[in-house]
């Protein structure tokens, strides 16, 4: 009964197969009798029985859908699909019909089923489908017809017949007279034709040489007839004649030489017996050997080389005149120099020659707005040695025809049109290389188009815990924001490289509004129109420490260099500040230590050009303590010397090598010091100078992967004078190159410290030598790779291989561990160290290769890092996050892996291997985390969302949505909110909108004011400060915003904690004509009560009037100092040019209780202003659950009669609890008042019924 049951459900799906073909798309439980499947008949011819294939399954729903192709069914299945199936069913892998899934595919007998993502519903995928086809299983049948055979006609312009040919086919394996024959013909016939006759001239040949070679001649080329019959003929002629050779004939020489006879070739006079001396030297004063000679007249022919001493002699050159000189060598800069002559016959030159270097921009072009039909100017320019000559201009990657816009280093675009939007850049050139600048966008907006979209964007602020919108319970409302984008303004003058200050979109007017919070009102300023105006220019800071990498002692008083100039000098704990020129597009900055205990470390800073402080935690390495050595004998120095591990490499100086700045070879003791930062110790990753790149000969800058760094210092014994050396050679242990494909791609480079690149030195090649190795008992022949180098102005160097195996991982930074999309964090510098793993590769795990650091911007960051499609685990990489020297903390993966924490899903989690830094012991910092980087499958869909990217898919990765994969941190705060009626973004300044109520008065400097408050209490407790206009005329009563805060807990002291409020500073407001004194009500939220406040706050106060009244027991009010008093008054204010560092400065001296320390530990004991007590609240009854538990009867029999004794009684209540506003005080006193007495009498009436 049961395979009855089968077959009748089979016969009714194969039924309703043959209602619908093609295109086809479920529908809804109401519409399902009109949906179609997919199983269709074709040959009605065939009938019998009939049998179906096995499932198919040949792709999968990633990249552009899931293709069941029936050609490549075959090409992988031949003999198991028929030629001519009958019908075709599809089904999912979850065993789901087609027709049931609601998505739209397609299907033909000819061609096969498909799915395409982009058609499906809501930006669904597809799902993953298997086909399988019906065939008859005994039928004779027709192949396909073959291609037409060829024409039989073979003249051109003649008729003929063409034939195919197709074959009857039977699947029944018995003879063919057994089996029906197919109906119809095996052959087909069709007339033909072939082309028209036709005649053709080849291709000119190519012209012969010119009869002579002046004074006039002819040469010839010629061309063939090609044709198809003798009966046509090509016009024309088959022989070509020109005139060559037309230049006249050389006269004899008619130079005049007034010493000497001219040369053969005229060019020169030449004096026989005179002889020409020349000196080479390098800027160290160093002879420079093998360098080419060579006339600035005839500068390809090489006349002499020097030698060994840097010397060359070259005869025949007059002496009664001067004459111009080109020297040429690898890795230099070329030089021409003028000859020296005296009447004695003889000529000299002395010449320095500089080291190359790789041209560098220092001017990028900048983005511009511009309305059709006006003009605009980019400008770059390189410096190099050689100074680049060639620039080179591309709009959206094209070169753009220098003829038509006639450009050198500057480009001018005149009469713009719609289609010249789009990104240029500038690529320039010299004989030592290529670079390019950073792009610059160039948007052309058409005439009558405003300039800037006049509507605000939504942007939702998010309110206090406590308001919740009646009829929405919203904790957001919609302020409106205007893009601060560039826009087309009013310019003075359109043809510069900078627009000064620009235009941009923002705030035209806003409008006062009150948002209703159920149980009191909030008002805000909302954003009503937008307009192009001038841009806010916020000041952009860097700021930082700089400390080694060893036991973090502060670089003090260390010297700062841009380039050549010095800009500055760290503090006494190794802090700085640098103000950034708003055009900088890449920093560069060497810190340089006078006392000479540090390296000198060039470091290539990211910053926010939206004018947020971006904090840096510079490490710097400690020389290493010199040594003795001889400089005539062959010395060698270990590279990285670690316990029980053997040197990566050796320094090999060969006797007599060193040398003093004028060129003399020094002879005596060298004081050696080489400090090596070892890839194999991880702490110091980021001691690492520079930032690891290099620029290739197209001028694209790429990553390197180091092997090791050092740093050389030689100096004389006696006076400490630096000395340099020659001909030093660099062998690298290739024990420690785990993959073996970076070995022949191995280089040395140099760092040029003006510029933070590194600069190829040298090549290495393979030499073997016996030695034996830390542990080893015997010795053993190793393999070594050998580079040679010159120790010149450039005392950096760097065991690095090109790596082009690259991705970028998309990591996002948020307020809380909520991870909501609203609270994402700018300005977060996240940093990636990229490690060599122990899985695959038998290297140190600990080992790293490249450290990469970028900033958060409002759709997170995207980190560069190296990566392995072959192997998940090839590549790993630590991450970490810090915002103003403090560090964030990463998405936990223990006790258990959660996919929604982390932020990316299964199962491309797992192959990642996501581990926080405590995932194994608890008592690690929970700041980092360790990931494979494993190359993403483009044809695995798990893995086509992130949060890795392949390299060329960076655009991908910045303009992913926040509900991508992605890597997190987040701050590790207590509950804090912020509300500002006039909203704005502290990682933003450019936000900033000019009201009376704004909460920072000056977008140029931000001043940060906050009150220490005490807690006694088991609990933490939230506190909130409550800031209102105090005295200005505008102001006065209004609210600034509101700052909530969970106190925190002192760990050193029993039931205490204390708060760091925020409140609004005093002082003048943005037209900078009126101080306002801001009312300032501090409120703990609980059964708070205040119990002290400081004496010298409390006579500050009272001595500057007026004096808010403060009569209220749990809270406290008064009008905001205008002085900046310390920590004795338990007041901190801080001022500073960007608001996040304020108050991050503002809230350690808090925590610390004094007026210029820092601590991230609460210390309740000093510096505060407040003091409250917050008792639990104790329970003077039983509950009702007790009551029942202990006397069920009796108190049952009490409800009833209290229910009998409210029966016609009407309540009026009042919920007027306001937390927000601590003005209608009176309010919530009179409802304690009656909740009090409430209290009181039905205690009364429970003892008189006791």
């Known amino acids: 009964m049961l395979e009855l049951n089968k077959v009748a459900l089979l016969l009714s799906f194969l039924a309703s197969a043959a209602l619908g073909q093609g295109s086809v798309r479920t529908r809804s439980q109401s519409d399902r009798s009109r949906r179609g499947v997919l199983n269709t008949f074709t040959d009605t011819q065939t009938t019998g029985l009939t049998e179906w294939t096995s499932w198919f399954n040949i792709d999968h729903p990633g990249g552009n859908g899931d293709y069941e192709r029936l050609e490549a069914i075959r090409f992988y299945y031949r003999e198991r699909v028929c030629a001519r199936p009958m019908a075709m069913e599809a089904r999912t892998t979850d065993w789901v019909a087609a027709s049931d899934t609601g998505e739209v595919v397609h299907s033909s007998l000819d061609k096969g089923f498909w799915c395409i993502n982009k058609e499906q519903p809501h930006g669904h995928v597809c799902s993953n489908y298997h086909v399988r086809f019906q065939c008859p299983p005994v039928q004779s049948y027709w192949t396909d017809w073959s291609e037409w055979g060829p024409c039989s006609a073979m003249a051109c312009n003649d008729v003929g017949i063409q034939v195919r040919q197709r074959k009857c086919v039977s699947t029944q394996p018995m003879p063919l007279l057994l089996v029906p024959a197919c109906q119809g013909h095996h052959s087909e016939r069709r007339e033909c034709s072939t082309p028209p006759c036709s005649a053709k001239w080849s291709p000119w040949g190519q012209w012969g040489t010119c009869s002579v070679t002046c004074g006039g001649g002819r040469r010839i080329r010629r061309r063939t007839c090609v044709r198809t019959s003798v009966t046509v003929q090509c016009t024309g002629r088959p022989v070509e004649i020109q005139k060559c050779g037309k230049s006249p004939c050389p006269a004899k020489c008619q130079r005049v030489c007034t010493e000497g006879h001219p040369s053969e070739d005229c060019s020169r006079c030449v004096c026989d017996g005179h002889v020409l001396h020349g000196e080479v030297h390098s800027v160290t004063g160093v002879p420079v050997a093998d360098v080419w000679v060579a006339l600035a007249s005839q500068p390809k022919v090489v006349r002499a080389r020097t030698d060994a001493k840097g010397q060359f002699r070259l005869t025949g050159f007059c002496s009664s005149s001067s004459t111009l000189i080109i020297m040429r060598k690898e890795k230099f800069a070329p030089i021409t120099v003028s000859t020296y002559s005296n009447a004695t016959g003889l000529s000299w030159v002395r010449a320095v020659l500089k080291s190359a270097e790789k041209p560098y921009i220092v001017k990028h072009p900048e983005d511009k707005v511009r309305y059709e039909g006006g003009r605009v100017l980019f400008c770059c320019k390189a410096t190099g040695s050689p100074v680049p000559d060639k620039y080179y201009w591309y709009h959206n990657g094209t070169l753009l025809d220098r003829k038509v816009y006639k450009y050198e280093e500057d480009l001018v675009l005149r009469d713009l049109k719609l289609e010249q939007s789009g990104e240029y850049y500038c690529k320039t050139s010299s004989p030592a290389g290529s670079i390019k600048s950073s792009p610059a966008s160039l948007t052309v907006i058409a005439k009558g188009t405003p300039a800037c979209n006049s509507t605000p964007e939504m942007h939702l602020i998010r309110l206090p815990m406590d308001c919740v919108q009646p009829g929405t319970d919203s904790k957001h409302y919609n302020a409106g924001r205007c893009l601060h984008n560039k826009c087309a303004g009013s310019l003075d003058f359109d043809i510069r490289c900078r627009d000064g200050a620009g235009f941009c979109c923002g705030v035209q007017n806003m409008e006062s509004r009150i948002i209703d919070c159920g149980s009191y009102n909030l008002p805000i300023r909302a954003v009503t129109q937008c307009s192009c105006q001038e841009c806010v220019q916020p000041t952009v800071l860097v700021r930082g420490r700089v400390v080694t990498a060893d036991n973090d002692e502060p670089l003090r008083f260390g010297h ?397 990765c910045e303009n992913a949505p926040v509900n991508a994969n992605h890597f997190r941190f987040f701050r590790v705060e207590k509950d804090k909110y912020e509300y500002n009626v006039v909203p704005f973004e502290e990682n933003d300044l450019t936000t900033w909108t000019g009201d009376y109520l704004s909460w920072w008065p000056n977008p140029q400097e931000f001043r940060a004011c906050f009150i220490k408050v005490k807690i006694h209490g088991q609990k933490e407790v939230m506190v909130r400060s409550k800031n209102l206009g105090g005295t200005h005329r505008e102001t006065k009563g209004k609210l600034y915003g509101i700052r909530d805060i969970r106190s925190t807990r002192d760990m050193r002291e029993a039931n205490t904690s204390a708060a760091c409020v925020e409140f609004k500073c005093s002082g003048m407001l943005f037209d900078q004509a009126e101080v306002d004194r801001s009312l300032i009500s501090v409120l703990p939220q609980g059964n708070c009560r205040k119990i002290s406040t400081n004496s010298l706050l409390q006579e500050y106060l009272i001595k500057h009037p007026p004096v808010a009244q403060n009569n209220e027991s749990h809270a406290f009010t008064m009008l905001a100092p205008v002085d900046p008093l310390g920590h004795n008054y338990g007041i901190y204010t801080v001022t500073d040019q960007n608001p996040r560092v304020a108050k991050e400065i503002a809230i350690g001296r808090c925590f610390d209780g004094t007026s210029d320390g820092f601590s991230r530990e609460m210390k309740s004991d000093s510096g505060v202003a407040l003091t409250f007590s917050c008792p639990e609240r104790k329970i003077n009854r039983e509950s009702l659950f007790q009551r029942l538990q202990t006397n069920p009867g009796q108190t049952l029999a009490q409800m009833a009669r209290d229910m009998r004794e409210l029966e016609g009684l009407q309540v009026q209540r009042s919920s007027t609890q306001v937390v927000a506003y601590p003005s209608e005080q009176q309010g919530r006193t009179q409802s304690r008042r009656v909740s009090s007495t409430t209290r009181r009498r039905m205690s009364i009436r429970t003892q008189q019924r006791q």
Request: glycine content about 8%.
């Open 560 to 956: 700062i260099y841009i380039g050549k100039e010095r800009v500055g000098t760290t503090g006494y704990q190794g802090g700085f500040t640098l103000q950034i020129s708003p055009d900088t597009q890449r920093l560069v900055v060497n810190f340089v230590d006078p006392s000479q205990k540090f390296l000198d470390t060039p470091k290539v800073f990211i910053f926010d050009k939206k004018g947020g402080s971006i904090y840096h935690d510079v490490k710097v390495m400690r020389k290493q303590t010199p040594i003795d050595i001889d400089a005539g004998e062959t010395n060698s120095i270990n590279l990285g010397e670690i316990k029980g591990e053997d040197p990566i490499g050796q320094l090999v100086i060969p006797p007599n090598s060193f040398h003093k700045d004028n060129g003399e070879i020094y002879e005596g003791t060298v004081k050696a010091s080489v400090t090596f930062i070892d890839p194999r110790n991880i702490t110091m990753a980021a001691a690492t100078p520079g930032d690891l790149n290099f620029v290739d000969d197209e001028g694209d800058m790429l990553p390197l992967r180091t092997y090791g760094m050092f740093s050389v210092d030689f100096r004389d014994e006696t006076n400490k004078e630096v000395l340099g050396a020659g001909a030093v050679q660099v062998l690298l242990d290739t024990q420690h190159v785990k993959m073996q494909e970076h070995i022949p791609k191995m280089k040395l480079w140099s760092l040029n410290p003006d510029t933070g690149v590194w600069e190829e030195e040298s090549d290495f090649s393979y030499t073997k030598t016996t030695t034996g190795g830390h542990g080893r008992s015997k010795r053993e022949e190793r393999t070594f790779l050998i580079g040679n180098m010159e120790i010149r102005e450039r005392r950096l160097f760097n065991l690095d291989v090109p790596e082009n195996r690259r991705c970028y991982v998309k990591v996002r930074a948020y307020m809380s561990d909520k991870f909501l999309p609203s609270e994402q964090l700018e300005g977060v510098v996240i940093s990636l160290i990229n490690l060599e793993p122990k899985p695959g590769y038998s290297s140190n795990p600990r080992a790293w290769g490249r450290f990469d650091s970028v900033i958060t911007g409002s759709n997170g960051a995207c980190l560069p890092a190296f990566c392995d499609a072959q192997r998940p685990d090839a590549y790993t990489a630590y991450v970490t996050a810090m915002m103003g020297g403090e560090e964030l903390e990463a998405a936990p993966s223990s006790p258990k892996m959660n996919p929604n924490i982390i932020g990316v899903s299964q199962p491309y989690l797992d192959k990642i291997d996501y581990q926080r830094s405590d995932h194994e012991d608890p008592a690690l910092k929970k700041t980092a985390f360790r990931i494979n980087l494993a190359k993403p499958n483009q044809n695995n869909l798990d893995e086509t969302n992130g949060p890795i990217y392949p390299y060329q898919n960076l655009i991908a």
